[in-house]
């Protein structure tokens, strides 16, 4: 005689209709390899693009830092990155210090896209400035420094939006609530919807006067009010960051630990 184990999800009633809790929601992380779990083209490059994590394509330009190198980390034992579940990360390791004095330089480390068709359909209203998206990720550097969030939305009239992400030698949970807005477009197919990406060094062409926090137009390529490049110019340096999760709603819940072979076949998509 088998026994069929149910586990037990959590719900919640409203006006007679039983919804399960957001918390447990499977499929709630619309970014797929978030806890960079797959790594099907290798574990390290000395080269940007699509080399390593599966998904991620870091683009660099300039910053004179020697070689630099990309790769999937090991999260160590001892920490609340590591308690929260996440055994690998994604990082980038420079050769020696360097600088960002070319005014075209721009390093842009964690970059990643979700279909268009993916936003469309998550239930978000996203012309509804009251309707929200949640975005958390875990990050560290070897030099504290601030570094820049940018979504941009690639369907009808180009906007982005920015905010700053602190990074310090510890792992650190950065959390931003993002509402829509009456601008936003996102087509129901499999074209890019939604970029986002994590700069860690600019020049002075991505400084200058950004509305920080709020949908804008995609015309300037402003980041920062400031270059950011702390972490180079402090000498060899990495940074690591994991824990990528964009869901529907106005609360961060707890990362949704995907199995590595459910990761797999969303990769290869």
């Not at 926090?213 to 960051?241: C, D, K, M, R």
Request: proline letters at 2%.
């Amino acid at each position: 005689m088998s026994i069929l184990k149910v586990n037990k999800v959590e719900s919640t009633t409203s006006g007679g209709d039983c919804v399960v809790n957001a918390t447990n929601k499977p499929g709630r992380n619309l970014i797929i390899n978030g806890a960079c779990l797959v790594a099907q083209r290798g574990t390290s490059s000395t080269s940007h693009g699509y080399n390593t994590v599966d998904r991620l394509k870091p683009y660099e330009t300039g910053t004179d830092c020697g070689t630099k190198t990309w790769s999937q980390s090991d999260v160590a034992a001892g920490n609340d990155c590591y308690n929260a579940g996440f055994r690998k990360a994604y990082k980038v390791t420079t050769a020696q210090a360097g600088n960002t004095s070319t005014a075209s330089d721009m390093f842009k480390h964690w970059a990643t896209r979700i279909e268009s068709q993916d936003i469309a359909s998550s239930g978000w209203k996203y012309t509804d400035p009251n309707s929200k998206l949640a975005l958390s990720f875990w990050i560290k550097a070897s030099t504290a420094d601030n570094f820049q969030v940018q979504l941009q939305s690639h369907d009808g009239t180009n906007k982005k939006f920015n905010f700053v992400a602190p990074a310090t030698t510890s792992w650190t949970k950065i959390t931003k609530i993002i509402p829509g807005h009456a601008d936003l477009s996102f087509d129901n197919n499999n074209g890019q919807g939604l970029s986002i990406g994590l700069y860690i060094a600019t020049g002075a062409d991505f400084a200058g006067s950004v509305t920080q926090e709020t949908w804008v137009a995609n015309t300037v390529a402003f980041l920062n009010s400031s270059q950011i490049n702390t972490w180079i110019a402090a000498g060899a340096g990495n940074v690591e960051t994991t824990g990528w999760q964009l869901e529907v709603g106005d609360t961060v819940t707890d990362y949704e630990h995907r199995s590595y072979g459910d990761e797999l076949l969303r990769c290869q998509r």
